[in-house]
């Protein structure tokens, strides 16, 4: 253990962290309570049938595509990360934030978009057998797309851009001096990234991985439609087909358990360690490669922005100028789309400052209670949002109802469920679901600044307020900016709370999508559709302008 | 700041809707909860406001529309509750979620066999689950569900997740009439048949048909008419053509199996007349005529025409089985598609 303890004030003084963080802790667990609430109300007479019949191959599913997405995730994440940082070759530059696009893409856009495209019947084999020559719509050997495989391929290209944001920002602000040294030492450029630069990455990779191995474990749209019968499939079929909202809930309860323990564990396997160092010029001896080596580079970064945006984002287009030619826009799309953007800035705004407090709370104080606390606030994330949602409904409507009841006791007039209708529910069921994003991209913010610098700053007279305002808020910006688009975007393409919590007469650009997808006018949904993407690449492009302002503005060693 | 002038705003709207309820007046709104795509409702509730006055609010919510009128209580602000599958009508009406409406004219326009006796809830309008066969590969004029597990369509069937609500309704007909073992064995049998896995919609089976990936599959008849219309883009409309659809019976050829989408007056609906009114309303011959266009559902109104595109199906006869028989065994429709491993 080689941290020195921080806490130079009294005791008490870390009081303040620990109420916050209890009290965000006990909002998180809020839809947990609505969940337990309904699984208690079951019998428990579905047990017999799940365990014969579903959650062994239920599990079995579910393990293969976390396994498949978790590989992807991790090579791609690492490698274009590694590469953008570690050389220079033509269209870095460029490649270095649009390797972030396919975050914009949503899962069932993703499967839909695909679907049509790899089809046999679709532009894709339809052009090639054209080319061919072939007339037999099934002379072609391609794999079908329904599979486990195609989901692992689909989920990995547009989840790695979570592995690989945290890893680039920390390749990128990682002192070069470690690098050098193990240079000078005689490590290759290869042995350097094995021993020195990807176990410096750990905690990015472990927070990044886990998040996307929670969004694919979650993800309902995609699974379903594909044919991947993955346990959040289960938990939706025993609610939604045999009308067993209570042995829907305790799936979930036990699903919750196995993802929180696994989450634990990975903590306990980086407890103790020290990854900070001393912050370098932020250039860490990039190797110009030129020829093959160069085109080789340009290739292998090309590829996944081709499939995990190119490819739908193109379908997208040509799907919504049809529609376009046909009706011009939809006459409300604005309105979505400021529902949209008001909701998603809203809760990336407030998860952010929360994740910020929270994370600061951790670095305050090494009190384990607090750090549990802060481990729990992050708990909805570890949910399937549609079961969060109808977990939430118990507490808020509970609430709702108190608050109406109270009112009409004094005014003689109810005024509604108050929650409910004005939007308030459904933020912060996008704050509940999200928040583990900022805490995690925050803590490992922190997690690269040296507790030296928080040492020296206490040792000058600096107070918490200045401290964190003068010094962690400005070395923390690109985790930041980096956490608060994850939302952001997050919070764009979210379907299942949106449909159940909004109030009367409120679309979003995404359940519009969905609206028009699930009647088949895909064209319709298609604009849409497309906005959501071009909303959630503005926040990537801006991303990248202030990561190439760190870059260029860091202060040199 | 949102929910402050929303808070103002719900306080203004209650005050207004208070004194409105008090003077009996016609205007005013209803609220709507629906599981039915907004696409396909808003025209309805369009037509309805204009020719009434009345503000019709809606949210569409996908899953748990039931958790939520039953969390939000005695202050909910839901009057209609509109769903699609008799099963989804019927849960409502069990646990205590809707409230009985009498009115005359619903049951003079809704046979008796579509909608609850004590007047819980109400169909609106029919679809009839049925096979659709490739043109080129298929000769069969008729066929019955059962025969879907006939081995001579070994590697020729394509339907989407057994798991599905139109899929549990049509395997819980089946065990009501035929009984859970031979259910069970059709079902192996059907499962047996597949040249794919079970996924995707409706829509892929006319679209896999095409691509010659299965010669028969299951699917909704208003489909048919979504995609041959145009409605669905110029691929769809191919698709639609690439099949032929035949009215299947079961194999007693009693008739085909129908499902319904429906609607009930929610048990705190705060503006029940307006709620009544809007049932009223969508059984109209004119909003009937919406139903059938629009979606190509059939309707529910004696004397209302289908669309020509569904017409020319055929003359659909009902399953005379009761829907309250065939509701029973959806949750044992659901456990047989997994201990079949159906969607495996």
């Known amino acids: ?557 | 700041m949102l929910s402050l002038t929303r808070l103002i705003q719900g306080a203004a709207a209650a005050t207004l809707l208070a004194t409105t309820t008090l003077s009996a007046q016609a205007a005013g709104e209803v609220n709507v909860y629906t599981t039915r795509e907004p696409g396909l409702i808003q025209p309805l509730l369009d037509n309805f406001s204009k020719e009434s006055g009345i503000k019709a609010n809606v949210i569409f919510v996908k899953e748990g529309l039931a958790e939520r009128v039953a969390t939000e209580g005695a202050n909910s602000p839901a009057d209609l509750l509109s769903v699609v599958d008799f099963g989804n009508l019927i849960e409502l009406a069990d646990r205590g979620l809707t409230q009985p409406v009498q009115s005359a004219v619903l049951e003079e326009a809704i046979p008796a066999n579509l909608r609850d006796a004590d007047g819980q809830w109400y169909g609106l309008s029919m679809r009839a689950r049925v096979i659709y066969a490739s043109k080129d590969r298929v000769q069969d004029e008729t066929l019955t569900y059962e025969d879907l597990a006939d081995p001579r369509f070994k590697g020729k069937v394509c339907i989407r997740s057994g798991q599905h609500p139109y899929n549990t309704s049509l395997i819980a007909a089946v065990i009501a009439k035929d009984g859970p073992d031979a259910a069970k064995g059709w079902l192996t049998g059907v499962k047996d048949n597949l040249a794919r896995k079970a996924g995707g919609g409706d829509r892929d089976v006319a679209r896999d048909i095409l691509a010659n990936l299965c010669d028969v599959g299951v699917a909704n008849s208003y489909y048919v008419g979504l995609m041959r219309s145009g409605k669905g883009g110029p691929e769809q409309v191919e698709w639609g053509n690439a099949i032929r659809v035949i009215l299947p019976t079961f194999k007693d050829k009693a008739g085909t199996h129908v499902n319904v989408s429906g609607a009930a007056v929610a048990k705190n609906a705060p503006n029940k007349e307006n709620a009544v009114k809007l049932l009223e309303y969508l059984v109209s011959p004119a909003a009937q005529e919406i139903y059938a266009k629009a979606n190509f559902e059939y309707p529910v109104r004696a004397g209302v025409a289908p669309d020509p595109i569904i017409a020319e199906l055929g003359t659909l006869t009902v399953d005379p089985t009761p829907l309250t028989d065939v509701a029973k065994q959806r949750k044992q429709a659901s456990e047989l598609v997994d201990v079949v491993g159906f969607d495996g």
């Open chain 1, 1 to 557: 253990m080689s941290l020195p303890r921080l806490r130079l004030a009294p005791a008490r003084s870390d009081r303040p962290w620990r109420i916050g963080a209890a009290l965000i802790a006990l909002i998180a667990l809020a839809p947990i309570g609505g969940l337990v609430f309904f699984a208690s109300r079951g019998s428990g007479a579905l047990w017999p049938h799940l365990i014969a019949n579903v959650l062994p191959a239920a599990a079995r599913t579910t393990a293969l595509l976390l396994l498949g997405v978790g590989i992807l995730v991790t090579v791609l994440g690492i490698g274009m990360a590694w590469l953008v940082t570690a050389y220079r070759f033509p269209g870095r530059r460029l490649f270095e934030w649009a390797l972030l696009l396919p975050l914009s893409v949503p899962s069932y856009v993703m499967a839909f978009a695909y679907l049509d495209v790899v089809h046999p019947v679709g532009p894709l084999q339809t052009g090639l057998r054209h080319l061919l020559g072939i007339s037999d719509p099934r002379g072609l050997p391609f794999p079908d797309i329904r599979s486990p495989g195609g989901a692992i391929l689909l989920l990995g290209l547009i989840l790695y851009p979570y592995v690989y944001l945290p890893v680039r920002a920390l390749f990128v602000m990682q002192s070069a001096s470690l690098l050098e040294a193990s240079r000078t030492l005689g490590a290759g450029r290869w042995r350097a990234f094995r021993t020195v630069a990807l176990p410096l990455a750990r905690p990015a990779v472990a927070v990044g991985v886990s998040l996307a191995l929670m969004e694919a474990l979650n993800d309902i749209g995609a699974s379903e439609f594909l044919g991947v019968r993955t346990l959040t499939v289960a938990i939706y079929t025993t609610w939604v087909t045999r009308s067993s909202i209570e042995g829907a809930a305790q799936i979930a309860l036990v699903m919750l358990a196995i993802v929180f323990a696994l989450v634990l564990l990975e903590r306990l396997g980086r407890r103790g360690m020290n990854y900070a160092a001393p912050r370098g010029n932020g250039q860490p001896m990039a190797q110009k490669l030129t020829g093959g080596g160069a085109l080789l580079a340009a290739l292998a970064c090309a590829l996944p922005i081709l499939l995990g945006f190119i490819v739908p984002a193109s379908y997208l287009i040509v799907s919504a100028a049809r529609r376009i030619a046909l009706g011009g826009l939809p006459a409300d799309l604005w309105v979505w789309t400021g529902n949209s953007v008001l909701f998603a800035g809203i809760a990336a705004a407030l998860t952010v400052a929360i994740g910020l407090f929270l994370a600061t709370a951790g670095r305050m104080s090494r009190r384990k209670s607090l750090h549990g606390m802060i481990r729990l606030a992050g708990i909805g994330y570890a949910i399937p949002g549609t079961v969060l949602a109808v977990g939430l409904l118990v507490p808020i409507a509970g609430l709702d109802n108190w608050i109406a009841d109270a009112v009409k006791s004094v005014w003689g007039r109810s005024p509604g469920l108050i929650l409910m209708s004005s939007g308030a529910a459904l933020l912060l069921a996008y704050c509940l679901r999200f928040q583990a994003i900022t805490i995690g991209g925050i803590e490992s913010g922190f997690s690269r600044i040296s507790p030296s610098i928080d040492m020296a700053a206490r040792s000058l007279g600096a107070g918490t307020a200045r401290l964190s305002g003068g010094i962690h808020v400005p070395l923390l910006s690109p985790a930041i900016a980096a956490a608060g688009l994850l939302v952001f975007v997050d919070c764009m393409k979210e379907l299942p709370a949106t449909l159940l919590l909004r109030p009367f007469n409120f679309e979003t650009l995404a359940t519009y999508v969905y609206g028009e997808a699930a009647r088949g006018t895909y064209e319709d949904g298609a604009v849409a559709a497309l906005v959501i993407v071009i909303a959630g690449m503005l926040p990537v492009a801006l991303l990248a302008r202030a990561g190439t302002r760190e870059r260029r503005g860091a202060p040199t060693a």
